[in-house]
Antibody, heavy 122, light 107 residues
Framework: EVQLVESGGGLVQPGGSLRLSCAASGFTFSSYWMGWVRQAPGKGLEWVANIKEDGSEIHYVDSVEGRFTISRDNAENSLYLQMNSLRVEDTAEYYC???????????????WGQGTLVTVSS | DIQMTQSPSAMSAFVGDRVTITCRASRDIRNYLTWFQQRPGKVPRRLIYGASGLESGVPSRFSGSGSGTEFTLTISSLQPEDFATYYCLQHDSYPLTFGGGTKLEIK
């Protein structure tokens, strides 16, 4: 069974930093793209970043480019999101999600973690 | 960036009704579209991939159609557990973009 467990959320002041982690199990982590999706309180879903199986290809939404860094440790089956220069508008639930692959098709966000809440406030 | 416009943004319906939600892309995304359901306080759940493929375990009353710029999610006979918010996602090109969501409420 695929399991994704996020951690690292919390309250941080504007301009501060946080590092989110996502522990993966139940599948061969090193064989799949992974991503982060966030949801501000009472708002819709927003894609944040994706990373290729070996970390060689990374994409970000413009609003976090240069401030957030997605990374992974395949030996530890873990995904990370380093968030720097945090802004009030980064307040959201952050979900780790797996991108499946089968028969030539990428299955975006086929599995999700339970999320970790990041609150940016003074 | 590709904009995804969902309509309606909210709607109410009766149990047993047939419901259709639309997602329009600002340019051709072929069939690179996924639909998600999010019940209140819950994690999003994938329903439809590749515009029309039914995710394993999802009831057959859910169906998706479309290609290019216009897509629909249809629920053939609403059940109480279907009252939720639905989102489309385009993954034809980066940045990936979600629609704004359609909140489906009980009438």
């Amino acid at each position: 069974e695929v399991q994704l467990v996020e951690s690292g959320g919390g309250l941080v002041q504007p301009g501060g930093s946080l590092r989110l982690s996502c522990a993966a199990s139940g599948f061969t982590f090193s064989s799949y793209w992974m991503g982060w999706v966030r949801q501000a309180p009472g708002k819709g879903l927003e894609w944040v970043a994706n990373i290729k199986e070996d970390g060689s290809e990374i994409h970000y939404v413009d609003s976090v480019e240069g401030r957030f860094t997605i990374s992974r440790d395949n030996a530890e089956n873990s995904l990370y999101l380093q968030m720097n220069s945090l802004r009030v508008e980064d307040t959201a639930e952050y979900y780790c999600a797996m991108i499946g692959y089968n028969s030539g098709w990428y299955h975006f966000f086929q599995y999700w973690g339970q999320g970790t809440l990041v609150t940016v406030s003074s | 960036d590709i904009q995804m416009t969902q309509s309606p943004s909210a709607m109410s319906a009766f149990v047993g009704d047939r419901v259709t939600i639309t997602c329009r892309a600002s340019r051709d995304i072929r069939n690179y579209l996924t639909w998600f359901q999010q019940r209140p306080g819950k994690v999003p759940r994938r329903l439809i991939y590749g515009a029309s493929g039914l995710e394993s375990g999802v009831p057959s009353r859910f169906s998706g159609s479309g290609s290019g710029t216009e897509f629909t999610l249809t629920i053939s006979s609403l059940q109480p557990e279907d009252f939720a918010t639905y989102y489309c996602l385009q993954h034809d090109s980066y940045p990936l973009t979600f629609g704004g969501g359609t909140k489906l409420e009980i009438k």
